[in-house]
């Protein structure tokens, strides 16, 4: 794997361990934190396997955009569109005052990142 997705997975793997902790906690578990890292850990993985495909990709968050470009390289990745689309909404969402997570949605968040995390880490070969 070049450096530079290396450097992805790395991220995406701490993106990975913060969601588990913080859903873990059984004082004030922070759910809203639970789904934001839970998109940032697909998203970090998705851009490591681009980047090993030598495609370029732009400051994003939205999955489904990440989702298009490795589609040409990777069809079967089309399996994923809308588990991706649901972790989308979790960059944004639930960052912002007017929207929380409960723990149903960040169970679904986290459930939903080990899908893809899984997968990624599959075509990374890991």
């Not at 997975?9 to 789904?35: H, N």
């Not at 934001?36 to 850990?41: D, I, K, L, Y």
Request: a positive charge; proline letters at 4%; glycine letters at 4%.
């Amino acid at each position: 794997m070049s450096p530079i997705a290396d450097e992805w997975v790395e991220k995406a793997e701490g993106d990975f361990s913060v969601a588990v902790s913080l859903f873990r906690l059984r004082k004030k578990p922070t759910y809203d934190a639970v789904c934001f890292h839970s998109q940032q850990c697909a998203e970090k993985y998705m851009k490591g396997i681009l980047q090993e495909l030598d495609v370029r990709f732009g400051k994003t968050h939205n999955l489904r955009e990440l989702l298009d470009l490795l589609i040409p390289y990777r069809p079967l990745w089309e399996a994923y569109r809308e588990k991706l689309r649901i972790l989308s909404t979790h960059a944004v969402d639930f960052r912002y005052p007017g929207m929380s997570a409960d723990k149903a949605t960040a169970n679904a968040a986290l459930d939903l990142c080990k899908i893809i995390r899984k997968a990624a880490r599959a075509e990374l070969g890991m």
